[in-house]
């Protein structure tokens, strides 16, 4: 140590004054004047260059100079991500974080520019360190919880709060490292919480490799806080670039792993098993008793999984997978051609169409009905690398299934049992109470097919592309073998009953032909939340009826101001509607219907067009009268101007809610926006939403927001970790399903004025009386979207596209019947947070 004795050392010079250099304060100086001058000009890239001049030259002017270089920075990189020079843009931000790297707003915009690029992780990072400097800071806040989402699935939370599930991968593991698997490599160790089952069982050598940036610091914090850090190597790479001995030093002698979805091959545990055995995984161990000890062989964890199927009908997917009407808003869809989601199966490959989606059966508003009984679909050994190779050439496997109930054909369910060793096994049926959904393959056809008992269902199974794959490609009734993959308006029996008319029969084959090249030529995808908007009848007839009054009151207010009748109108006196929807809307194709209306739709994918075009001719509306005023943004002399006699537009139609649940971000920038943009007597579609809430007790929500509970997991701290990553908002939520018990009844939150500025607020306090005891622990809401003061739809309808959410507490809120719940309720650029407390109680759970 130091000797404490020593006396101080004298005769130490004065350090010299830094002598100032004339002709670089000259340079500073000027190149500060001209960044200022500049940005007078507008000229913001030379701006933001002699700002980077003068503050890497002189940093002591970074505090004067800190909002100017933020604004430049900022009208710079818009510009530049407008020409499409995406890497000059975060040059630019690197450059300016250089300068102020811990500068909360500059981290927070390249951090929205990131998430924009489809750079999910980097963006939470930016977040995360913009929250970290300034906890207060909303944009920050919100904009992390919204990636969040993104980046840690909530099923993360649920499998940890699964305490079954997790306790039978402990078992596995610690039965397999006893029998002398010492080696272990953990593949998308997510929190880490299987290689440390690894490493607390007692093998010598554990590694782990996770892909996303995000789960791999997230593991690396949970390893060190659970004392593993110098036990555990884990990777931040996909284990199919991983080497022996360049990564790891040998092979290992097991694998485990939990890559699997609800479709079991979809996250690609197929080709990483492949390569593991071939490149990181000792040779499989030999002879019938599959876990005799042996030192040098390898194994896998799951050893295996039973895939199961069945039949099922359910009005839930069928609307948000085909075409179930066939009018809407007034308008014929016979002229539309064939519409459908991009979930969709068969047995060749399609990049462009997923092979299936995912639900949780048990949750689908309105339930659905079996068809068949389940059947067994596929067998697979993860321990037999032989099969898994032959897994993609195996031949297209044709199920035969008896049908038990009569129903019209919507789909087929899938989920399956995975077989973690020869003992243990998990479910993700769906009468399992797990953190697994279930996979749905729907079936398109235009009009549903019933099925019937007595009925045969034939069903194809195959893994071509290592997805697996079930189509429903035909129905045997009376021994005729009837095709699904044709339109159900036009079925051909491929076995015809035989008839004395071959005239007859030739004119049957010669129209499904035809069908199928119209299906072909006419094919339209549309998402699935547009398929269930496309659906609700009552949506569009009410945006109809809404639309219909406002034009109808403004014609008559021309006619009377002008002194003319609807006769003498020519295009001069058109009216103008501009729908700005996301996504694919028939919004201006109803406003153009109402005659004499110019409509402009921002529908900008080619197919989405010629689908409004189709049905504008079929409706005899004129072609003029329908623009796609995107199409034009390039072009500076088709650029979207005012309509003709200096009148501006009389309806402009905005796309409020998001359909997870949440009010569209920018909303009241835009909605102001828009109202500098109406004709006097002009109006904005909707004109109000009213959002509704009620205070539930729902276990459910707790388990999927967080994990839960004192006890540490399996032992091992991980839940500070990823609590980290906990929002205060749950989404996609089905509200009329959801596992809960009400506590209040509904009452209006909150209130946003889209055409009157001066009706909002930006916080609202709100008592609910509570009706039974219990735990407050979530406030669910929805929206009463209001077209005008009558006419009005929700997104509690069950018709609805629309999902909901609810603002989930930190801490259960403990009332009885009768108390009274003070809700806080804050609106921040177009985002609702609630808090709340009892009242006249000093417990406030911040949400």
Excluded at 278 to 286: A, E, R, T, Y
Excluded at 811 to 840: F, M, R, Y
């Amino acid at each position: 140590m130091p000797n404490a004795n020593a006396r101080p050392k004298h005769g130490r010079r004065t350090r010299r004054r830094h002598r100032e250099d004339p002709a670089r304060n000259e340079l500073v100086s000027s190149s500060l004047e001209s960044a200022q001058q500049c940005l007078l000009n507008q000229d913001y890239g030379t701006a933001f260059v002699h700002y980077l001049l003068v503050l890497n030259l002189a940093p002591v002017f970074k505090d004067f100079a800190k909002e100017s270089f933020r604004f430049t920075l900022f009208k710079w990189t818009e510009e530049l991500d407008s020409v499409g020079r995406i890497q000059d843009l975060f040059d630019c931000y690197e450059q300016a974080l250089e300068l102020y790297p811990a500068d909360e707003v500059i981290l927070n915009s390249m951090g929205e520019h990131l998430f924009r690029m489809g750079f999910r992780d980097e963006a939470a990072g930016h977040f995360h360190k913009a929250l970290k400097l300034r906890p207060d800071y909303p944009e920050a806040r919100e904009n992390f919880y919204r990636v969040a989402n993104w980046l840690v699935e909530r099923w993360h939370f649920l499998m940890l709060n699964d305490h079954g599930r997790n306790q039978k991968y402990q078992q596995a593991i610690q039965k397999a490292v006893q029998s002398g698997c010492n080696t272990v490599l953990d593949i998308g160790t997510g929190t880490g919480i299987l290689g440390m089952c690894a490493k607390k069982a007692g093998a010598d050598e554990v590694y782990a490799c996770e892909l996303s940036k995000t789960m791999y610091e997230l593991a690396c914090e949970v390893v060190t806080a659970n004392g593993m850090e110098g036990s555990i190597k884990i990777l931040h790479m996909k284990s199919l670039e991983m080497e022996v001995p360049k990564d790891i030093p040998q092979r290992v002698s097991l694998v485990v792993t939990e890559t699997v979805d609800a479709g079991l091959f979809g996250e690609g545990i197929i080709e990483s098993l492949i390569h593991a055995w071939h490149h990181l995984l000792l040779p499989p161990q030999k002879g019938e008793n599959e876990f005799k000890e042996q030192s040098a062989t390898g194994r896998v964890i799951p050893a295996g999984a039973t895939v199961f199927g069945m039949a099922v009908e359910c009005l839930e997917i069928r609307r948000h997978h085909r075409l179930c009407v066939s009018e809407v808003g007034g308008l014929s869809m016979s002229a539309a051609g064939e519409l459908r989601s991009p979930v969709s199966c068969s047995s060749e490959p399609d990049e462009s169409m997923e092979p299936y989606t995912t639900e949780r059966l048990s949750r689908l508003p309105g339930g659905y009905k079996a068809l068949t009984e389940p059947f067994t679909a596929l067998n697979i050994d993860f321990n037999n690398v032989q099969e898994l190779e032959g897994l993609s050439s195996r031949p297209v496997q044709q199920i035969r299934l008896p049908v038990t109930q009569e129903g019209e054909l919507d789909a087929l369910a899938v989920w399956f049992q995975l077989h973690l060793d020869g003992e243990s096994s998990l479910s993700t049926g769906p009468q399992e109470d797990t953190c697994w959904e279930q996979a749905i393959y729907p079936v398109h056809s235009t009009k549903g097919f019933l099925l019937k008992p007595h009925d045969e269902l034939i069903v194809e199974v195959s893994c071509r592309d290592a997805y697996l794959r079930l189509c429903s490609v035909a129905v045997l009734r009376d021994g005729h073998e009837i095709r699904l993959n044709k339109r159900m308006d036009s079925l051909c029996p491929e076995n015809p009953v035989p008839t004395q008319n071959p005239e007859a029969e030739l004119c049957s084959a010669l129209a499904c032909l035809q069908t199928d090249q119209n299906q072909t030529k006419d094919f339209s995808m549309l998402e699935c939340a547009e398929m269930a908007l496309l659906n609700n009848q009552d949506y569009h007839q009410s945006f109809c009826t809404a639309l219909g009054k406002l034009l109808s009151k403004l014609k008559v207010r021309y006619q009377a101001r002008e002194g003319v009748s609807d006769v003498q109108s020519d295009s001069s006196d058109l009216l103008y509607v501009l729908d700005v929807s996301e996504g694919f809307s028939l919004l201006s194709l109803i406003a153009a219907s109402h005659g004499r209306v110019k409509a402009y739709s921002s529908m900008e994918k080619n197919k989405q067009q010629e689908v409004l075009k189709r049905l504008a001719r079929s409706s005899s509306i004129p072609e003029q009268n329908l623009e796609f005023w995107l199409n034009h943004m390039e072009d500076e002399q088709g650029m979207l101007k005012r309509p003709s006699r200096e009148k501006l537009w009389s309806a402009i139609i905005l796309d409020c809610v998001e359909t997870c649940g949440l009010i569209r971000q920018k909303l009241m920038e835009k909605a102001s926006l828009a109202r500098c943009l109406l004709e006097e007597g002009g109006h904005i579609f909707p004109e109000k939403i009213v959002v509704h809430g009620m205070l539930v007790e729902s276990d459910t929500l707790l388990l999927e927001s967080a994990v839960q509970g004192q006890e540490p997991t399996l032992g091992f701290n991980i839940a500070p970790f990823i609590n980290q990553f906990t929002v205060p908002v749950h989404v996609f939520l089905d509200f009329s399903t959801l596992e809960c018990r009400h506590l209040s009844e509904s009452v209006e939150l909150f209130v946003l004025d889209l055409m009157d500025v001066n009706a909002n607020y930006t916080n609202r306090e709100v008592k609910v009386q509570v009706t039974s005891a219990g735990r407050v622990t979530a406030v669910p809401f929805w929206y009463h979207i209001y077209l005008d003061e009558e006419i009005s739809v929700s997104t509690l309808n069950h018709n609805s596209h629309w999902k909901q959410a609810a603002a989930v507490l930190q801490q259960p809120l403990e009332v009885q019947a009768g108390d009274w719940v003070c809700l806080a309720v804050k609106l921040h650029k177009s985002t609702i947070s609630i808090s709340a407390c009892v009242e006249n109680s000093p417990r406030l759970m911040e949400q």
